[in-house]
Every structure is written in structure tokens, then in C-alpha cells.
């Protein structure tokens, strides 16, 4: 394995324990990530950039971006003794079962970006009375 392969296996394996809740989703700072197709990356293209492995895509450093079908939030950004910038996920803890008797784990919503989509334990009176999310469809 090359340093360089070796390198962006740990980025994509970083991740935060801790996560403060920021809604921005930064579209302008998604590059397309033509020429890292399946070919051997240049370290120099790592420098400015972060590559995420799942969605193909590179990213520049200090971007954030929400996996489609995930609960989670990427961020891409560079130590201040480090040349290559790493992607840092955050997710949510999860909701296997809740411990008072009268809770029950409502499952994460896939319409939210993280935090908002974190599945969470709730009394079961609190779900029966939340209303069902209206979803609007337009004709074509």
C-alpha cells in the first residue's frame, strides 16, 4: 500500500464524538472530482482538497457536506501542522433502546440533515401526538 492510499484511508476514517449543530450545506465548495476516478491521486491534488471515497466527490478544505441516505455531516479541513487536509464525520449516537419505560426510539428522519436526523428517545405519548409530515407533489 502507498503512503498516499495509506493516508487517505485514515481521512475517511476520522471521525468526531462531539458534534454542535450547524445546518449549512456548502454546495459552492464541491468540486467534481473528475481525474480521481479509479487512477493513482497526485499528492498535490490532496493539498487544497479532500476526497470522499462514498460519494466521489472532492471537496475544498474547510467544506461541509450531508451523505445522501445518511445521518451524518463531512467536514473537510486541515490541521495547522499538517499538509493534508482530513474529512472529520460526525453521527448520531444511537438509539437502541431507551431506558424509561415509557419511551420509545423514533427512528432517524431521512428528510433532515445531522443533527436534526438523529433518531431519539421519546414518551410514547409525544409520538402518537406529532402530526404526520405533509408532503406536497406537483403535477408534470
Known amino acids: 500500500m502507498s503512503k498516499l ?5 485514515m481521512a475517511a476514517l476520522c471521525s468526531l464524538s462531539t458534534a454542535a449543530p ?3 450545506s456548502d454546495k459552492e465548495n464541491v468540486l467534481q472530482a473528475e481525474g480521481f476516478g479509479n487512477e493513482e491521486i497526485k499528492e498535490s491534488d490532496l493539498i487544497t482538497k479532500c476526497y470522499d471515497e462514498e ?3 472532492a471537496y475544498k478544505v474547510d467544506s461541509i457536506w450531508y451523505p445522501v ?6 467536514t473537510c479541513s ?4 499538517s499538509k493534508t487536509p482530513t474529512i472529520k464525520t460526525m453521527e448520531c449516537e444511537p438509539c437502541t433502546s431507551c431506558k424509561l419505560p415509557n419511551h ?3 427512528p432517524f ?3 433532515k440533515n445531522y443533527p436534526k436526523c438523529c433518531s431519539q428517545c421519546l414518551t410514547k405519548s409525544t409520538v402518537l401526538l406529532k402530526p404526520e409530515s405533509k408532503k406536497k407533489y406537483h403535477n408534470i
Open 109 to 111: 428522519r431521512s428528510d
Open 22 to 24: 450547524d445546518f449549512y
Open 104 to 106: 420509545t426510539c423514533q
Open 55 to 57: 460519494t466521489k466527490l
Open 78 to 81: 486541515r490541521q495547522k501542522d
Open 69 to 74: 441516505g445518511r445521518c451524518e455531516k463531512r
Open 5 to 9: 492510499t495509506i493516508i487517505l484511508s
